[in-house]
């Protein structure tokens, strides 16, 4: 199984400055949908490379993170890529929902990384 990191408030800057790819579930223990869809998203972590940090956030823990990434549904799931956050996921979704949107941010090109770029 793919290693879950638990992320608050005093550890997300490792996935804001991680190079490579990152995927942070948001979710209250309260939420029947955060509950509902919780397995699907695990079937999606387990299949990850382990070069993917997978996270999750509980809101209620964290309300900083909360406001800073814009928390409005839950669950959300952000993506991101060398620190940058590329993807937004609100809602329970597939494990073939996920995959491809990951595959849209492994192809994605970051501001300022192309000559000329900002």
């Known amino acids: 199984m ?16 991680t190079k490579g790819l990152a995927v942070v579930r948001f979710f209250a223990s309260w939420c029947p949908p955060c509950r509902d869809s919780e397995a699907l998203f695990n079937e999606f972590a387990e299949q990850l490379e382990h070069s993917v940090i997978v996270g999750s ?12 990434y814009e928390i409005w549904g839950l ?4 993506m ?3 620190g940058q956050l590329i993807k937004r996921i609100v809602g ?20 300022g990384s192309e000559p000329g770029g900002v």
């Open 2 to 17: 793919h290693e879950l990191f638990i992320c608050n408030e005093n550890n997300f800057h490792q996935i804001e400055r």
């Open 57 to 68: 956030v509980n809101i209620d823990q964290s309300p900083v993170l909360t406001t800073r």
């Open 75 to 78: 669950p959300s799931v952000l």
């Open 80 to 82: 991101f890529k060398d």
């Open 92 to 111: 329970g979704k597939s494990s073939e929902h996920y995959h491809h949107a990951l595959t849209e941010v492994k192809d994605a090109t970051l501001r």
